[in-house]
């Protein structure tokens, strides 16, 4: 599926341990990459889920200044050595 420069999507992570429990990090951000490793967003600021211990979301508005199809990446990174990397692809208004 790709997405339109322009929209707004939500990005999603649940962080849990080795045993597959929710874990809350210390600290948490969120940033997108586009193809070239330029960076469009650096260090957002996630929201938690509420009712829940380490469900975040980040409201990601795709900016208008890409003018050809791209795919950017999102970079999840919290306290301690671990990463989610996500992938989606954006496309011009035309």
Do not use: C
Request: charge should be negative; avoid cysteine; glycine fraction near 6%.
């Amino acid at each position: 599926m790709a997405y339109l420069v322009g929209d707004t999507i939500r990005l999603k992570a649940t962080i849990k341990n080795f045993s597959d429990t929710e874990t809350a990090p210390a600290s948490i951000k969120i940033s997108v990459y586009d193809r070239d490793d330029d960076e469009l967003l650096s260090s957002g600021t996630p929201s938690l889920t509420g009712g829940t211990t380490a469900q975040y979301y980040y409201d990601y508005t795709i900016p208008t200044t890409i003018t050809a199809e791209e795919q950017l990446t999102a970079i999840w990174s919290w306290s301690g050595p671990h990463k989610k990397r996500i992938s989606f692809n954006v496309i011009p208004i035309i």
